[in-house]
C-alpha cells in the first residue's frame, strides 16, 4: 500500500465494507501505474483546489504532475468554487478518524465548513471523472465527517451535516452538485459497520467478496474470489434458459446478468493492465502484442496563429486557418458567469432526455424515506 494513504482509507471504505479482504490481497501486488485518465483527474483536482484558495490558472499551463490544463478543468473549478458559496473553510487538512480505526483510517477532505450559529458541518469531495458517484450514505464523506467533528470536539447530537460532491463532467438528472443533508446520529449505524470492517480488514483472516466493488479494485487480477465468480459467469452464459415468459424471469436474469457483467469487467480491466506490463518488459503473452497508437495532430508549441494565416493567405488567399467566433455553451455562459441563470431561461432550454432503463435499486427509496 501507499505511504501516502491510510491504510483503511476514506475514498476506498465503500470497497473496504463490501470486502474486507481486498487490502491484503492488494499488498501483494506491485503498484498500480497511474492512467491517463487518473493523471487528468489529478490535475483537475488541482486546479479545482487553486481557484478555490483564489489563484488563477492559466490554460495551457502545467499542473504539478506535468499535465497540461484544459478549458474542462477549469469549467470544472468554476462549479467546485461556486458550490463552495464563499464560506469560510479548511481545506485539505489531515484528520485522524479514529472511531473507524484507532492509527489506520485518517485522509484529508477537499474542504469543509462548519458555522456553529445554523450547526452545520458541510464536507466537500470534488470528482472529475464521468463514473456517477452517489452523494447519499457516501462512505467517504461520512467517514470524513466523523474525523472532523472528533476534531472538533463536536457531539453527534449537535451537528446537521451536509455532505456534497461536486462533479462538474457528469451529465446526470440529479445535476454537478449532490448534497446529502443529515443529522451526525443517524450515520452512527454506518460508522459502527466501518468499524467492524476495519477490524476485519486488519485481523489475521479478512475475506473477499465479489462485487461491483472489483471494478476498481487493485487486487482484481490476484483474487481468486473473483476469479471463481468469472469462472460461474462463464458457466451461466453458455446454459442460461432462453424461455423467459414473465417479467419477473426477465427482470430477474437481466439484472444478473448486468451484475455479472460488471464483475467481468472488474476482471478484464485488471488482466489488460497485468498484461501491458508484461508486455511492455519484454514479455510476450499469447494473443496480444502492443503496437503504436495514432494520436492528435497538434501545431508545435511555438507556431503563432498569425504565422500560420499568413502562410494560408499566401497559398490559398480565400482561405483561412483562424477559427469563425462561436457561441459559447450555454451551461458555459453560467457557469463561468457571463450570463445569469434567470437571464439564461429567455434564450436556452434543456429538451427532455430520452427514457433509458437503469436498475431499480433500494437507494431511491431510501433517500425518501430518510427525509
Known amino acids: 500500500m501507499s505511504i501516502d494513504h491510510a491504510v483503511i482509507a476514506p475514498s476506498s471504505l465503500d470497497r473496504t465494507v463490501a470486502c474486507n479482504g481486498w487490502i491484503k490481497q492488494a499488498s501483494l501486488m506491485p503498484p498500480e501505474a497511474p492512467t491517463e485518465e487518473s493523471l487528468e483527474g489529478e490535475a483537475a483536482h488541482w486546479v479545482a483546489l487553486q481557484m478555490a484558495m483564489g489563484y488563477t490558472v492559466g490554460l495551457g499551463s502545467k499542473a504539478p504532475n506535468g499535465v497540461l490544463v484544459t478549458d474542462e478543468m477549469i469549467d470544472g473549478g468554476h462549479v467546485y468554487v461556486d458550490a463552495l458559496e464563499g464560506l469560510p473553510g479548511k481545506m ?23 458555522t456553529p450559529a445554523t450547526k452545520r458541518l458541510r ?15 457516501n462512505w467517504q464523506l461520512l467517514a470524513y465527517a466523523a474525523g472532523i467533528m472528533d476534531a472538533l470536539g463536536l457531539h453527534d447530537q449537535d451537528v446537521i451535516l451536509e455532505l456534497v460532491i461536486v462533479q462538474p463532467r457528469l451529465s446526470h438528472r440529479d445535476g454537478p452538485v449532490r448534497m446529502w ?10 460508522v459502527n459497520i466501518a468499524h467492524s470492517a476495519a477490524a476485519e480488514a486488519l485481523g489475521p483472516n479478512p475475506t473477499t ?8 479494485c487493485p487486487a482484481r487480477v490476484n483474487c481468486i474470489t473473483l476469479q471463481k465468480t468469472i469462472s460461474g459467469i462463464m458457466d451461466f452464459a453458455g446454459h442460461a434458459d432462453p424461455m423467459l ?13 448486468t451484475e455479472m457483467r460488471n464483475r467481468l469487467k472488474a476482471r478484464q480491466t485488471g488482466l489488460e ?9 519484454g514479455k510476450l503473452v499469447p494473443f496480444f502484442m502492443l503496437e503504436p497508437g495514432q494520436s492528435r495532430l497538434k501545431w508545435f508549441e511555438d507556431v503563432k496563429p498569425q ?13 483561412t486557418a483562424l477559427k469563425p467566433p462561436t457561441l459559447i455553451t450555454p451551461t458555459q455562459a453560467i457557469k463561468g458567469k457571463v450570463l445569469d441563470a434567470a437571464v439564461m431561461d429567455a434564450y436556452a432550454s434543456r429538451p427532455p432526455g430520452a427514457m433509458k432503463m437503469v436498475p431499480d435499486t ?7 424515506f430518510s427525509k
Open 123 to 137: 464536507v466537500f469531495d470534488y470528482k472529475f471523472g464521468f463514473e456517477y458517484i452517489e452523494v447519499f450514505e
Open 181 to 190: 443533508p443529515v443529522s451526525a446520529t443517524k450515520i452512527r449505524a454506518m
Open 307 to 319: 504565422e500560420i494565416e499568413a502562410l494560408v493567405k499566401a497559398l490559398n488567399p480565400n482561405k
Open 362 to 368: 433500494t437507494t431511491k427509496a431510501a433517500k425518501v
Open 209 to 216: 467478496k465479489s462485487g461491483t466493488h472489483c471494478l476498481h
Open 92 to 114: 485539505e487538512e489531515r484528520v485522524e478518524i479514529k472511531r473507524i480505526h484507532e492509527t489506520e483510517c485518517w485522509g484529508t477532505p477537499d474542504r469543509f465548513t462548519w
Open 245 to 257: 415468459s414473465t417479467p419477473g424471469d426477465v427482470g430477474r436474469e437481466l439484472r444478473m446478468v
Open 273 to 281: 493492465a497485468q498484461a501491458e506490463a508484461m508486455l511492455r518488459a
